[in-house]
Nanobody, 118 residues
Framework: QVQLVESGGGLVQPGGSLRLSCAAP????????MGWYRQAPGKQRELVAT???????DYGDSVKGRFTISRDNADNTMYLQLNSLKPEDTAVYYC????????????WGQGTQVTVSS
């Protein structure tokens, strides 16, 4: 059973910042496109950001310019820096690792809650 371990969620005021982390087994991490997704109550899960093994990034429109995804390949950890947080950023944030070429895999973390409220 592959485990993706997220940390860093919490309660923050509007305009504040948080940093999320996701640790993965080395055998998975080095081959994966890693990403963050989020799901707010009553809404579908949506893309936040992805990063390839070589560092290429992609962001959801609602977070561009505010969030930054990064990865430390030596430490097998992915990060998401969340700045200028808004109440609508409140959601459970999920770490994701996938590989589309053989051998394929697709793994999700358990999620970490981010709440933006005054």
């Amino acid at each position: 059973q592959v485990q993706l371990v997220e940390s860093g969620g919490g309660l923050v005021q509007p305009g504040g910042s948080l940093r999320l982390s996701c640790a993965a087994p080395a055998s998975i991490f080095r081959l994966s496109v890693m990403g963050w997704y989020r799901q707010a109550p009553g809404k579908q899960r949506e893309l936040v950001a992805t990063i390839t093994s070589s560092g290429g990034t992609d962001y959801g429109d609602s977070v561009k310019g505010r969030f930054t995804i990064s990865r430390d390949n030596a430490d097998n950890t992915m990060y998401l820096q969340l700045n200028s947080l808004k109440p609508e950023d409140t959601a459970v944030y999920y770490c994701h690792a996938h590989k589309t070429s053989f051998p394929r895999f697709d793994y999700w973390g358990q999620g970490t809650q981010v709440t933006v409220s005054s």
